[in-house]
């Protein structure tokens, strides 16, 4: 069956341009969840949402980092105005009731 | 704030068994899971403990002492393709519905 599907896989972009990165969750999962791994890190917890309500976005570094998810499946994480710190691999996890988050492949973001 | 402690690295033998530790400090507890994560990949769920005791699942083992603020995945029988990361992470609210505290994970090379 279909797991979490991220894209792009690998991002290159200019500082200060804006990236768009797409999280296509495993299909009828309520929950969706944003997270950010450096290298030789864990993930950090960026956002959540249920259904299409954005529950938890205390993870979020800064107003440049945006997430949004329309009609309560895929979602886009978004960041304007890019700067070096934000290279970094965004991944993204789904998940149902009483069951463990699982997650997409990442999407790798190389910020020149 | 919130503090999820694992060894950087660790090395075994094939064959053998090793015990990954964990320990944890944080503001609330609803479960503490094991995900492992091959370079470039997603992290795939291993174990879930939200009670105390050990839980057994084929080939890995994973403990929990709330008391103690401690954790361990135990691997037994090990094979090359247990080289990876293994990271520790505490749910704060919500079971496997809240969004994940991980710690920075331990990289196991597994030699021959």
């Known amino acids: 069956g279909a797991g979490v599907s991220q894209s792009p896989r690998y991002k290159v972009a200019k500082r200060g341009q804006d990236v768009a990165l797409r999280c296509d969750p495993i299909?009828?999962?309520?929950?969706l969840f944003w997270y950010q791994q450096a290298l030789g890190q864990g993930p950090e917890f960026l956002t959540y949402?249920?259904?299409?309500?954005?529950?938890?976005k205390s993870g979020l570094p800064s107003d440049r980092f945006f997430a949004e998810r329309p009609e309560g499946s895929v979602s886009t994480l978004k960041i304007q105005r890019t700067q070096q710190e934000d290279s970094a691999v965004y991944l993204c996890?789904?998940?149902?009731?009483?069951?463990?988050?699982?997650f997409g492949d990442g999407t790798r973001l190389s910020i020149l | 704030g919130q503090n999820i402690d694992q060894p950087t690295e660790m090395t075994a033998t094939e064959g053998a068994i090793v015990q990954i530790n964990c320990t944890y400090q944080?503001?609330?507890?609803?479960?503490l899971f094991w995900y492992q994560q091959h370079a470039g990949e997603a992290p795939t769920f291993l174990s879930y403990?939200?009670?105390?005791g050990l839980e057994e699942k084929g080939r890995f083992s994973s403990f929990l002492s709330r008391s103690k603020g401690y954790s361990y995945l135990l691997l037994k029988e090990l094979q090359m393709k247990d080289s990876a990361s293994y990271l520790c992470?505490?749910?704060?609210?919500?079971?496997?519905?809240?969004?994940?505290?991980f710690g920075k994970g331990t990289k196991l090379s597994v030699k021959p």
């Open positions: 996890a789904s998940s149902t009731a009483h069951q463990p988050q699982h």
């Open positions: 299909s009828g999962h309520v929950s």
């Open positions: 949402f249920q259904n299409e309500a954005q529950l938890d």
């Open positions: 944080t503001s609330g507890f609803n479960g």
């Open positions: 403990n939200v009670l105390d």
């Open positions: 992470a505490v749910s704060l609210y919500g079971g496997s519905q809240g969004n994940l505290i």
